[in-house]
């Protein structure tokens, strides 16, 4: 069929409920109950989800029969890993291309989300905020997310259900702190601050909250004294 040829690498996703341009009101809850429990229990085998609801039906299809979401061999530990399923790592390998390459602007998550919708790949809209919380999870110490152009220090649930219900009110950007002349910035804050690194690429987000929390504790007429 002629959809088939321009639709190559649509990932197949055995769950009606949450592949739809318009989830159901019973999907939205599924969903955001789905990504409450991975932003609380990523390591832990189906992020805890107890019983075979909705919520338990979505992860099935989505991560554990793709891969997405396995056991390590070596520590036990439940991570999200790069797919099994062909189709699935190509889609996955190019939605964290597409964000790891916001180093120069930054690009709104509605623009992420429509390149995933469109050929080859071919994602409903319901599926694209789940992938797109798990996938920024990952890549936070090198990724800023911003909300209305405000840095958000913590990838909470409260900041997973706003995004998830509109895209077009976050934008990310690559910070590049793991490399290059920004690390050595990254790095040289940090030691400032006190963070310890241990050998590994600073991260961003720790160090943002450390200059937020310094800020803070500066008396109001220094924050509000302009240089």
């Known amino acids: ?5 321009v639709y190559v690498v649509t990932p197949r996703i055995a769950n009606e409920m949450i592949s739809r341009r318009e989830l159901t009101s019973q999907g939205a809850k599924a969903r955001r109950m789905l990504i409450d429990s991975f932003i609380s229990n990523e390591g832990i085998e189906a992020f805890g989800v ?3 609801g909705p919520d338990r039906a979505i992860y099935e299809a989505v991560f554990r029969t ?6 390590d061999r070596k520590s036990d530990a439940w991570t999200i890993s790069d797919p099994s399923d062909r189709a699935w790592k190509k889609l996955w390998r190019q939605l964290k291309s597409s964000i790891a390459s916001t180093t120069t602007d ?17 994602l409903k809209d319901g599926i694209i905020p789940l992938l797109l919380v798990v996938s920024l999870s990952e890549l936070m110490d ?8 405000s840095l958000v220090l913590k990838l909470d649930d409260a900041v997973a259900e706003r995004m998830a219900r509109n895209l077009g009110h976050f934008s990310i950007k690559n910070a590049g702190a793991s490399s290059g002349g920004r690390r050595v910035v990254i790095e040289e804050l940090s030691n400032r601050l006190g963070i310890k690194l241990n050998g590994e690429a600073p991260p961003f987000l720790r160090v943002a909250r450390a200059l937020y929390r310094e800020v803070q504790l500066q008396p109001s007429f220094t924050q509000q004294t302009r240089a």
Do not use: C, W
């Open 142 to 149: 090198d990724v800023a997310l911003y909300e209305h152009g």
């Open 50 to 52: 107890s019983g075979y």
């Open 1 to 5: 069929a002629a959809i088939d040829a």
């Open 66 to 71: 793709t891969g997405l979401h396995r056991q």
């Open 106 to 122: 930054r690009v709104s998550l509605l623009d992420i989300a429509n390149e995933m919708k469109q050929p080859p790949f071919g």
